[in-house]
């Protein structure tokens, strides 16, 4: 199938690993032009060659933290009117409620609220303008089935859904589409954190915390990054032009509701 986005460009906020790096590998496989973005500069760059042996469009790196104004200011600056904008950053540390702090709590909105409903604001005239636009977050499965050492990051990501959802009705008439896409187990570094979060926290040995992952995916298995980056692909398509406002559960078959 023909995604119809050969050519058009991509800004992929901390896409040097993890499901940020498999989405930018898919959407350069189908030739779009793909902004990588990471914290760390060599890591970056390395994530770009990866992208680059599959790409067949352009691919750019910049090394920036987009959590900072002078970050997000790099960004822009490598690409001001994406086609494309996937929303992604790193998600707090696992706490319990009575474990945070203030700070916590300051960082985790700044990071995952605060900073891409900044940088939609930014790209947004410009997709409106243009009659094309595909908004992309990765939240995460804590914003429907939350979880007690998880507070953080349902709260920030939550109020993020809903804020862009009620963006969503203004500028589905443009062509512009607001999406979130909600992981659960996908076999990446931050899953090795839970892990190890997870033997901290119940006092069991790392492999007995994987087991546990594994087993709570119905599934039975952790997804593989690449599954979710042709979802995310399809999402960014030209035929995905009806679907917005929507979040996509990526988790095995695990969601327990029926809406």
Same mark, same amino acid.
């Given at each position: %199938?023909?995604?119809?986005?050969?050519?058009?460009?991509?800004?992929?906020?901390?896409?040097?690993?993890?499901?940020?790096?498999?989405?930018?590998?898919?959407?350069?496989?189908? /030739?779009?032009?793909?902004?990588?973005?990471?914290?760390?500069?060599?890591?970056?760059?390395?994530?770009?060659?990866?992208?680059?042996?599959?790409? !067949?469009?352009?691919?750019?790196?910049?090394?920036?933290?987009?959590? =900072?104004?002078?970050?997000?200011?790099?960004?822009?600056?490598? #690409?001001?009117?994406?086609?494309?904008?996937?929303?992604?950053?790193?998600?707090?540390?696992?706490?319990?409620?009575?474990?945070?702090? +203030?700070?916590?709590?300051?960082?985790?909105?700044?990071?995952?609220?605060?900073?891409?409903?900044?940088?939609?604001?930014?790209?947004?005239?410009? %997709?409106?303008?243009? /009659?094309?636009?595909?908004?992309?977050?990765?939240?995460?499965?804590?914003? =429907? !089935?939350?979880?007690?050492? *998880?507070?953080?990051?349902?709260?920030? +990501?939550?109020?993020?859904?809903?804020?862009?959802?009620?963006?969503?009705?203004?500028?589905?008439?443009?062509?512009? !589409?607001?999406?979130?896409?909600?992981?659960? +187990?996908?076999?990446?570094?931050? *899953?090795?954190?839970?892990?190890?979060?997870? %033997?901290?926290?119940?006092?069991?040995?790392?492999?007995?915390?994987? +087991?546990?992952?594994?087993?709570?995916?119905?599934?039975?298995?952790? /997804?593989?990054?690449?599954?979710?980056?042709?979802?995310?692909?399809?999402? #960014?398509?030209?035929?995905? /032009?009806?679907?917005?406002? %929507?979040?996509?559960?990526?988790?095995?078959?695990?969601?327990?509701?029926?809406?």
């Amino acid at each position: %199938m023909d995604l119809g986005i050969e050519g058009k460009k991509a800004l992929l906020c901390a896409s040097n690993a993890g499901l940020g790096l498999a989405c930018a590998k898919a959407i350069a496989a189908e /030739g779009a032009d793909v902004v990588i973005n990471g914290r760390n500069r060599e890591k970056t760059e390395d994530a770009a060659a990866i992208v680059s042996e599959v790409a !067949t469009g352009n691919v750019t790196c910049v090394a920036a933290d987009i959590s =900072t104004e002078e970050g997000r200011a790099a960004l822009l600056k490598a #690409c001001p009117a994406p086609d494309i904008l996937l929303n992604n950053n790193a998600g707090p540390k696992p706490k319990l409620f009575l474990e945070t702090v +203030r700070t916590d709590w300051v960082e985790t909105c700044n990071a995952n609220y605060l900073t891409p409903i900044l940088i939609v604001h930014s790209v947004l005239p410009s %997709m409106i303008e243009r /009659g094309f636009g595909r908004i992309v977050n990765i939240t995460s499965a804590m914003v =429907t !089935t939350p979880r007690p050492h *998880q507070t953080l990051s349902s709260g920030a +990501r939550a109020a993020l859904t809903g804020s862009l959802k009620a963006l969503s009705f203004e500028v589905a008439k443009h062509n512009v !589409t607001i999406n979130n896409m909600l992981p659960e +187990r996908f076999d990446t570094e931050r *899953q090795h954190q839970l892990a190890k979060a997870a %033997m901290k926290r119940d006092g069991i040995g790392y492999e007995a915390a994987r +087991r546990a992952q594994i087993e709570s995916i119905a599934a039975k298995r952790m /997804g593989n990054p690449e599954e979710f980056g042709a979802t995310f692909a399809f999402i #960014c398509s030209t035929h995905a /032009g009806f679907i917005s406002g %929507m979040n996509f559960h990526l988790d095995g078959g695990s969601y327990p509701a029926l809406i």
